[in-house]
């Protein structure tokens, strides 16, 4: 056997000597090494904040691009497009805002008042109903004297279930204050890169190119690749599927004499942002409001949604969007859990994108392996 192959297996058995001590020292330290990555993110989260708002303004601002004289051969308008385009993206996310702020943000919090208001009694009128009609049944009846908590305490102990996992335990007003600190800087950040994204792309081409052979790069530029694309069609896929979906709902509720459409349709076509969940949230809330006015609508109108929602997934959602972001049910779900235990909020709307990134990825190495297998 040569020195050279000794030397490749001397150094190939520290590399796995390495990685193990790594995975150990991970395993060991699990939480404080979460508890560093949260800490050091939540510094630099405004960097995170600024390339997510960059990327979603990059996708006005080739639209925007293409349509701002495309043919043109001045030199202004050439010069101008890129901070036109931009100025038009950022116009166009005020005005989205700006809908958000006075028209879904105010139904959204109408609903919240509406059920907070009254869930309470209808919690107890169901406990009582049930108390009632469970007479020849001992173990439900059992089970009721031992919850033994009235409508308010049953709702504080419910948001208190979603606050731990959606928000995490941080003061309201102070995670507020901070989130807008964060925009603040990440819009600063945001417009920057746009500004001189040529140069980050040229400066990144390089960084690879002297760090990296042609097989990492190219690996690395499939990665990016793809989770460029899967990023943006999901964004683009649920903006568009949301507000359909929203316009349906109250389009069909107008129609058939429902109660609180305009609220209820715009609550469902915002949490329909969120995933093969967020439809049902929606409507969750939504029957929860109708059944405080009549229980009979409040059947019709799941009627109505699960109908709406099997027309919107079979024949509208396919023609408007297309292809799924490829991800199996099943991984969605588990990515929104994920996601919202781990960033909130954020983490419910990323975790699907990354997931399918990394099934996306992780499919084609496997498709790679099998056929190399098989040649």
Known sequence: ????????KTQLTTKKIILIGIVLLIVLNFTYIINLI??????????????????????????????YFPESKNQLIIKSRRGMAIVFSILTIILVLYFLLYLVIPEIVRSINLISDDLPNLYEKVVRWIDEHSKGYPMIRQRLEQ?????????????????????GPV?????????????????????YVLFHKETLKSN?????????????????LRVIKTADETFTNFFLGQFKEAIIFGLLTIIGMLILRLPYALTIGTVVGATALIPMVGTFIGAGI??????????????????????????????????????????????????????????????????????????????????????????
């Open 147 to 167: 919850i033994d908590i009235n409508g308010e305490e049953a709702i504080d102990m419910g948001l208190g279930i979603i606050n731990s996992w959606a928000f």
């Open 38 to 67: 949260k800490y050091v993110s939540g510094i630099i989260a405004f960097l995170f904040i600024g390339a997510g708002i960059a990327f979603i303004l990059n996708i006005l601002v080739c639209k925007y691009g293409k349509i």
């Open 204 to 220: 990144f081409n390089k960084l690879i190119n002297a760090y990296l052979n042609k097989d990492k790069r190219n690996y690395l």
């Open 171 to 191: 003061s309201f007003i102070g995670m507020v204050f901070n989130k807008i600190i964060q925009l603040l800087l990440g819009i600063v950040f945001a417009i």
């Open 286 to 375: 939504g029957v929860l409001l109708i059944l405080l006015v009549d229980a009979f609508k409040a059947v019709i109108f799941i009627i109505f949604i699960i109908i709406l929602q099997q027309i919107e997934g079979n024949f509208i959602y396919p023609k408007v969007i297309g292809s799924n972001i490829g991800l199996p049910k099943m991984w969605v779900f588990a990515a929104i859990i994920i996601g919202g235990g781990f960033m909130g909020v954020i983490g419910i709307l990323l975790g699907v994108p990354v997931a399918a990134t990394i099934y996306k990825l992780l499919g084609k190495s496997v498709n790679e392996k099998l056929k190399v297998k098989k040649a």
């Open 1 to 8: 056997m040569s020195p050279g192959s000794n030397n490749e």
